[in-house]
């Protein structure tokens, strides 16, 4: 099976369109590096919680909306790999210097599927 990444976070709500090409501008990078898809979520049916839930997660603000995506690797080893390269890549470093988004906020991991139907 594959290996994903996931992410949660909280993007200005009137910088959609800026996060998007943000997003697809990386994804050339990611897939250069390895991935075999990325895909990019917009929250539009994101509850509040009892307990916990997304918002909250990624101290979303009323102005923002909450993005939920993943990347999907062929393997543990190509993700580790990849972002060895994404980190000293300056292309990437470029784009890390305009985030439409609080980076400080969002949430990630890297997961080993255990179902994939």
Not at 33 to 59: L, S
Not at 90 to 116: Q, T
Request: aromatic share 12%; charged share 30%; proline share 5%.
């Amino acid at each position: 099976m594959s290996y994903v990444e996931g992410f949660v976070l909280a993007v200005p709500s009137a910088k959609k369109e800026v996060y998007r090409r943000h997003a697809a501008e990386a994804a050339v990078l990611f897939k250069e590096f390895g991935a075999i898809r990325m895909v990019e979520c917009w929250g539009d049916d994101v509850p509040d919680g009892k307990v916990t839930d997304f918002r909250g997660a990624v101290q979303a603000k009323d102005d923002e909306t909450v993005v939920f995506s993943w990347i999907e690797y062929p393997s543990k080893a190509v993700r580790d790999a990849a972002n060895k390269k994404i980190m000293t890549d300056p292309r990437m470093e470029a784009m890390g210097a305009e985030m439409p988004f609080d980076g400080k906020r969002m949430i990630f991991g890297g997961f080993a599927p255990i179902l994939d139907v």
